[in-house]
């Protein structure tokens, strides 16, 4: 039985994600997001959010609609999506410290706090990407391609030519590298 494929867009928060989805809409999959949450100066592009993606545990019968399509899911949801669809993740990596800085920023920005120091923050984070990568590592209807944020940043081309070949799709990638935009790196580790 051939399983209906959807497109999914997944890493830790402040990784890159909201990049991506706009990476792959450019280059011509269909998006599903609700716009809920809109644009805001720590995401300008947008947030490609589906409030539905949440309550995956609880509901997917949703996921019908997201067939030859691509939305977000943040990765610790990942371990809930039901084995009757293929999925291609696209899972975005940065580095620690920089998801670290940038979720700081926000959360001040938003005027909340985050309860974890960055020490309990870089464990805790280790520890679910351990989880999530053994876990992805074993699911036969789940096919991942692990992006680098950095190196998508410095060399965009080179990333970009290998989406087509993972997805199964003829894409746009002139348009895709023009969504790049390293003036949005705001929160650099050396």
């Known amino acids: 039985m051939n399983k209906k494929l959807i497109y999914i867009v997944s890493g830790l928060p402040r ?6 989805m706009r990476i792959l809409e450019a280059g011509g999959i269909p998006v599903l997001s609700d716009n809920i949450r809109k644009a805001d100066i720590d995401n300008p592009g947008g947030y490609y959010e589906l409030e539905k ?10 996921l019908n609609e997201a067939v030859g399509k691509v939305f977000k899911m943040v990765s610790m949801l990942l371990l809930y999506l039901p084995e009757e669809y293929k999925y291609k993740v696209v899972f975005m990596e940065r580095q620690i410290d920089e ?4 979720e700081q920023k926000m959360l001040k920005r938003l005027g909340k706090e985050r309860g974890a120091s960055d020490d309990e923050m870089r464990m805790l984070f280790g520890k679910h990407l351990k ?14 391609l692990f992006v680098s944020y950095n190196e998508m940043l ?5 990333i970009i ?9 003829t894409m746009n990638t002139e348009a895709m590298v023009k969504v790049v935009d390293p003036s949005l790196y705001r929160n650099r580790k050396s």
């Open 131 to 144: 989880h999530v990568k053994s876990w992805l590592s074993e699911q036969d209807h789940i096919e991942v």
């Open 154 to 158: 410095q060399h965009p081309e080179s």
């Open 15 to 20: 990784s890159g994600t909201s990049m991506m």
């Open 161 to 169: 030519q290998i989406l087509p070949e993972f997805s199964g799709i």
């Open 53 to 62: 993606v949440k309550t995956i545990r609880e509901d997917s019968s949703w």
């Open 99 to 102: 998801i670290l800085v940038s």
